[in-house]
């Protein structure tokens, strides 16, 4: 089993739609949660950063972190043609000390078509 | 302006030879990174270093060589022992105990 298991998509939505993108994981030991974007060609940037369980929004964004079952979301309201993009879920918190290393899924692709 | 820079955004490789990736940061940030990004594959770790003149083997770091001489620049060299290059290479940075990574605009590598 994969440490962190992200559907790759693509996802295709129509403008205005309510996006869900999730991210599983294994490592129960992980306690830092982040969800970036990444526009084609270029860096990813950091969207969303939670820390163990719970909810956090900003604006149009809501990520949602759920320990006990080992699983992050990201929602995304009312979306907008600049919203597509690849979305990485990435997570740290190893118990073993390493929590300066990140794990990443391996992204979904997120259209949305105006 | 502050940020993570890399440079060049393109770079071609000809067999055996090596090529140096820059990254250079002016955010004082203590660590830095490099991944390797391939399609489908997501971002592996190859290097990262915590501080001056120390760095650390990531996951995949056969064939690849750094080193962090200075607090802002953390360079990424490519040796002809990496036998399967191309990819989309990824320079990061945060301060230290922070959890959340700053990545730079990233460079192409492709094999002529």
């Known amino acids: 089993q994969k440490e962190v298991e992200q559907d790759p998509g693509p996802l295709s939505v129509p403008e205005g739609a309510i996006v869900s993108l999730n991210c599983t994981y294994s490592?129960?030991?992980?306690?830092?949660f982040m969800w970036y974007r990444q526009y084609s060609r270029k860096g990813p940037e950091l969207l969303m950063y939670?820390?163990?369980?719970g909810n956090k929004e900003d604006g149009r964004f809501t990520a949602q972190v759920d320990k006990s079952s080992k699983y992050i979301s990201l929602f995304i309201r009312d979306s907008q043609p600049s919203d597509s993009a690849t979305y990485l879920c990435a997570m740290s918190g190893d118990s073993g000390g390493s929590n300066y290393k990140l794990t990443f899924g391996k992204g979904t692709l997120l259209t949305v078509n105006p | 302006d502050g940020g993570i820079t890399q440079s060049p955004k393109y770079l071609f490789r000809k067999e055996g030879q090596n090529v140096t990736l820059s990254c250079e940061q002016n955010?004082?940030?203590?660590?830095m990174y490099w991944y390797r990004q391939d399609p489908g594959q997501g971002l592996r770790l190859i290097y990262y270093?915590?501080?001056?003149?120390?760095?650390q083997k990531g996951d995949i770091a056969e064939g690849y060589s750094v080193s962090r001489e200075k607090k802002e620049s953390f360079p990424l060299t490519v040796t002809s022992a990496q036998k399967n290059p191309t990819a989309f290479y990824l320079c990061?940075?945060?301060?230290?105990?922070?959890?959340?990574?700053?990545f730079g605009p990233g460079t192409r590598l492709l094999v002529l």
């Open positions: 490592n129960s030991a992980f306690q830092y």
């Open positions: 270093s915590q501080i001056v003149n120390d760095f």
């Open positions: 939670t820390y163990s369980s």
């Open positions: 990061a940075s945060t301060w230290t105990h922070q959890e959340t990574q700053y």
């Open positions: 955010l004082n940030h203590d660590a």
